[in-house]
């Protein structure tokens, strides 16, 4: 069975700064997909970014990026220039290839401060 | 798209009552996943279901929890009898395939048990 670990219960940071939130997961799996979703307050889940780990190349969305390192199986989020809508639960998840659900971390709640 | 639609949005009810939350995916997702989040145990996958077919269901917590997919357009997810513990945030969500791709959550269903 696959964990995920998120060990930042709450992060705060200034806006416009720059902030790193971190996971680490565990697996045997040599193939698998990797996730960042954004919980705002609306509860909604969000999709942030997504990570295949065949892919040596770190993902990028305009200002979310991650720091995907397969070996020491970790995949870090990076928000650049952060900003007030950024403030939200930020969940790591992971899929293994060929299986459909999600194994999500705990969660990191990230605040913006203005 | 409207994209994936949970009702209700709310719901409060009674120990020992039935309790019926409703999803609609997305028009041609073929997949269809309910998850559980709680403060405790995070987010759990209970079940999905692949062309209308219950696949996983290994995460259902116990035999009062049910879920049927009559259709492509509609599914339940179903508690007799609820319980106090039951309390959660249900989400449904909805996905084109095997690789996280078009993997899009609902807004959820706030159960309450009291």
């Known amino acids: 069975a696959q964990t995920v670990t998120q060990s930042q219960p709450e992060m705060s940071v200034q806006e416009a700064e720059t902030v790193t939130l971190s996971c680490t997961y565990d697996?045997?799996?040599?193939?698998?997909?990797l996730f960042w979703y954004k919980q705002p307050p609306s509860r909604q889940m969000i999709l942030v970014i997504r990570?295949?780990?065949?892919?040596?190349q770190n993902a990028t969305e305009n200002r979310f990026s991650v720091n995907f390192q397969k070996a020491a199986k970790s995949f870090s989020l990076k928000i650049s220039d952060s900003q007030l809508g950024d403030t939200a639960m930020y969940f790591c998840a992971f899929m293994k290839r060929g299986a459909d659900g999600l194994t999500f971390g705990k969660g990191t709640h990230l605040i913006i401060q203005p | 798209d409207a994209g994936v639609i949970q009702s209700p949005r709310h719901e409060v009810t009674e120990m020992g009552q039935e309790v019926t939350l409703r999803c609609k995916p997305i028009?041609?997702?073929?997949?269809l996943f309910w998850y559980r989040q709680t403060m405790m145990r995070g987010l759990e996958l209970l079940i999905y279901?692949?062309?209308?077919?219950?696949?996983?269901d290994s995460g259902m917590p116990e035999d009062r929890f049910s879920a049927k997919m009559p259709n492509a357009s509609f599914s339940t997810l179903k508690i007799q009898p609820s319980e106090p513990r039951d309390s959660a945030v249900y989400f449904c969500?909805?996905?084109?395939?095997?690789?996280?791709?078009?993997?899009?959550f609902g807004s959820g269903t706030r159960l309450t048990v009291v």
């Open positions: 697996t045997s799996e040599n193939n698998y997909y």
């Open positions: 990570q295949e780990a065949y892919k040596q």
């Open positions: 028009s041609g997702h073929d997949y």
């Open positions: 279901f692949n062309n209308n077919v219950p696949i996983d």
């Open positions: 969500a909805s996905s084109t395939d095997r690789r996280g791709y078009g993997y899009t």
